[in-house]
């Protein structure tokens, strides 16, 4: 006799349905697609570990939606590779560096600097 074994998707399913029933969300298709797509991220392995966190957490001004979420950012930010952080980090330099260089053009008042 073989046992079926759950596939990722029945598994990611399940998961959607018991973190909706947890936060007694109405079952509507639009609210299933949202908190599924705020656990896109999140490893069947670490279901048991949102759970936890979850069930831990002291959030009393958040919905269900912004509990979600905030549990599954602390993942996400665990889940980045080192080129993914050396991304990020790069990317803030670059924002941070552009948005200096453009302050510094707007605010000069020096008539030979001055970009206006």
């Known amino acids: ?3 079926n ?3 990722e998707d029945q598994i990611r399913t399940q998961f959607v349905t018991s973190l909706m029933e947890y936060f007694k969300i109405e ?3 639009n609210l299933r697609a949202h908190v599924n797509d705020l656990v896109r991220d999140i490893r069947p392995s670490h279901y048991r570990e949102f759970f936890r966190r979850l069930s831990l957490r002291d959030m009393p001004y958040k919905n269900g939606f912004e509990k979600i979420a905030q549990i599954a950012a602390e993942f996400e930010a665990h889940s980045l590779t080192p080129v993914d ?3 990020s980090e790069r990317t803030h330099k670059l924002y941070t560096l552009m948005y200096d260089l453009r302050r510094e053009i707007t605010l000069t008042r ?3 600097k001055s970009a206006l």
């Open 27 to 29: 079952e509507d298709i």
């Open 85 to 87: 952080i050396e991304a």
């Open 110 to 112: 020096d008539s030979e």
């Open 5 to 7: 074994t759950p596939t």
């Open 1 to 3: 006799m073989q046992r």
